[in-house]
């Protein structure tokens, strides 16, 4: 295929999407995300569209959002062994809150076997994808419908809110940076985000590596609020989502990295499922009103096996 065909091609798929990664892009093209990357480049040149994080979208990306189709077609393999993971660190009998998004409607399919578990959520794709689950109790908050993500925004999804106690919020968002931690492009999603945060005493951000490095409008999470990000193995050549995987890690963010297949690229990718864990230096910062935070989110085994290790130390000092 010649670099025009290759380029007009990528335009009309980020004008049908939206927003697009380079590994969709890559894939359909038949090419590398080097060379996507280049076409990609000389598109925004011509002002024809916009360069993001791992992808490109229409321009004016800064303060535009995506509706759910688009975000639906975008970094799929990724969203998908997030969601694995973080439903890993859901245990039997747990009661969480999990915002709206793409990410965290896979998620939420996979909690449908979780038993005895109750989700707090302002989306209508969570509780749909949670409505037949015999054993999972569903709770929503009320509000005013957006329909663009299907959630549940304003001052009654707040209000419904208050008061609320559970161990975790999984929650995701349009970018990701260090320095202002997570972020989303519209500020009624940011508000009742920031209302789940105060309900839970542990925060996971659900984000893929095109996220990393991204800074929209609306700051949701603070940084230091945030206790875990789960998020994807980055491309190798993908050097500014490295760099803030370890400025995240260094603020004391303790980061799962899950592997996704279907790698148009060509670099190595780990098996879905990979886990790695960077411990936290130091306690948490307390969010206001929602008492002292776990260290970390709990795995299944981890609390049983360090109790026997506890009772074999004490029996070996008698």
């Known amino acids: 295929m010649f670099a025009a065909e290759r380029r007009q091609l990528i335009l009309e798929m980020v004008r049908a ?3 697009v990664s380079l590994r969709e892009l890559a894939r359909v093209v038949q090419t590398s995300e080097v060379t996507v990357r280049r076409d990609v480049r000389a598109l925004e040149a011509e002002g024809l569209l916009d360069r993001r994080h791992g992808g490109a979208v229409l321009p004016g990306g800064f303060t535009r959002e995506s509706g759910f189709p688009q975000k639906s077609h975008l970094a799929t393999a990724e969203k998908t062994a997030i969601a694995d993971l973080a439903a890993s660190f859901v245990q ?3 009661a969480i809150v999990v915002g709206a998004g793409t990410t965290t409607q896979e998620l939420a399919r996979r909690l449908a076997r979780v038993p005895g578990l109750t989700v707090v959520t302002n989306s209508l794709l969570v509780a749909q994808a949670l409505a037949h689950a015999n054993r999972v109790e569903v709770v929503m908050t009320g509000g005013t419908l957006r329909g663009s993500n299907y959630a549940l925004v304003g001052s009654g999804a707040e209000q419904s809110l208050q008061g609320l106690r559970v161990s975790r919020a999984f929650l995701s968002g349009s970018g990701l940076t260090a320095e202002r931690g997570l972020s989303t492009s519209n500020m009624l999603s940011a508000s009742v985000d920031r209302a789940l945060v105060q309900a839970a005493a542990e ?4 984000a893929d590596h095109t996220k990393l490095g991204t ?5 949701t999470v603070p940084t230091d609020v945030i206790t875990r990000l789960v998020t994807d193995e980055p491309p190798a050549h993908d050097d500014r989502a490295g760099t803030e995987l370890q400025a995240l890690a260094d603020q004391g963010v303790q980061i799962a990295v899950a592997g996704a297949s279907g790698n148009a690229g060509g670099e190595p990718v780990p098996a879905p499922g990979r886990r790695r864990d960077v411990p ?4 948490r910062r307390q969010v206001p009103g929602a008492g002292p ?5 709990a795995v299944p085994g981890e609390q049983s096996a360090g109790a026997e290790r506890a009772r074999v130390a004490d029996l070996r000092r008698r």
């Open 17 to 19: 999407n939206g927003a």
């Open 92 to 94: 039997e009998g747990e």
């Open 203 to 206: 925060v996971v951000v659900l």
């Open 215 to 219: 800074d929209t409008m609306f700051q």
């Open 280 to 283: 936290l230096p130091g306690p």
């Open 293 to 297: 935070l776990l260290r970390s989110a």
